[in-house]
């Protein structure tokens, strides 16, 4: 009797082991569990730790509720303003509802891969390459939108959606280096052209500040030959004022104009006056004299022909 009975406890205790081996499940922490019986979903989801089921007649299934990051293969399209690009991203999600996310879609993951990249295409042809490469913010708003909307029916929850990589043609990137560095170029002009329009200003207000005090302009004039020989240059450039210049101009103009008479005429040379009757008188007595001492003037005899 005693042997029959330690068999049958012994019998009952494999029967009892067997039975909670087969009906002893353990969720972790990061997960639920979700039981069909026959099929049909039960009511309660299942929390970490150790649970029950019962053998052969329920299945349980353990969802992951950690968040899933998945990348979105490179999607090529064309901008609103007629641009070839291949932009990529990465999608961060989780399950929010681990029933919802067995029994309405048959693979979510797979399903929220597929949305991620039409719902990329779309936000492609929808924007404009400067979007793309600078408002980077509003766009993945917009790509979060665009995936939670239908992803929350299916007890996902979309954390957040970045843009990784935005790829140009090198025609498109050279061209772009161009008009980049037109713009500094413009930039660098407008910068120049204000730094000389504040310094003209300045300039105007020195001016006026010297010529209100003459004695300023000698003194930075003095400066102005101090800096020069503290080069330590063999050849010293002493500027002269231009108001000095100026000064000498009108000192010089004004006796000019003082002394300016009307031109004279050329003067008429004199008409010589006719010879005297002394003159006459004393060049014939001079005349006569000389021919007292050489003798009367003769005549040379004509030359008679021989034939």
């Known amino acids: 009797m ?23 499940r353990v969720v972790k922490q990061y997960e639920r569990g979700v039981v069909f019986r026959f099929g049909r979903l039960r009511g309660e989801v299942r929390q970490p730790g150790f649970n029950m089921i019962v053998p052969f007649v329920d299945r349980l299934h353990k969802v992951n509720m950690q968040i899933v990051t998945m990348p979105v293969p490179a ?7 007629n641009v070839t690009v291949r932009v990529d991203a990465v999608v961060y999600f989780k399950v929010v509802d681990a029933a919802e ?11 929220v891969s597929q949305m991620a990249q039409t719902s990329l295409r779309s936000i492609i042809g929808k ?8 408002n980077r913010e509003k766009l993945n708003q917009g790509l979060e939108l665009m ?45 120049n052209a204000d730094a000389e329009l504040q310094a003209s200003k300045k300039l105007a207000e020195a001016a006026h500040q010297m010529a209100e005090a003459p004695s300023a302009l000698q ?34 103009a004004s006796p000019a104009g003082e002394h300016h008479h009307a031109p004279l005429p050329p003067p008429v040379p004199p008409t010589p006056a006719p010879p005297s009757e002394a003159y006459l008188a004393g060049r014939a007595d001079a005349v006569d004299a000389i021919e007292d001492l050489t003798g009367a003037s003769v005549d040379p005899a004509p030359r008679e022909e021989t034939s």
Do not use: C, H
């Not at 498109?172 to 037109?182: D, T, V």
């Not at 101090?226 to 063999?234: F, L, R």
């Open 2 to 24: 005693i042997q029959e009975l330690l068999m049958a406890a012994v019998g009952a205790a494999v029967v009892v082991a067997a039975y909670a081996g087969a009906a002893a």
């Open 219 to 252: 003194l930075r004039l003095l400066q102005t030959v101090m800096a020069v020989a503290a080069e330590k240059n063999s050849t010293l450039v002493l500027p002269i004022p231009v108001e000095l210049l100026r000064f000498l101009e009108r000192g010089a």
């Open 75 to 81: 999607q090529e399209g064309i901008t609103r303003d």
């Open 147 to 191: 995936l939670d909307s239908p992803a929350i029916g299916w007890g996902v929850q979309i954390d957040r959606v970045e843009i990784k990589d935005v790829s140009l043609p090198e025609t498109m990137k050279r061209s772009m280096a161009r008009q980049a560095e037109a713009d500094r170029e413009r930039r660098a002009r407008l910068i």
């Open 101 to 111: 996310a067995l029994v309405r879609v048959e693979d979510y993951k797979f399903a």
């Open 127 to 134: 924007s404009d390459l400067d979007d793309l490469l600078s």
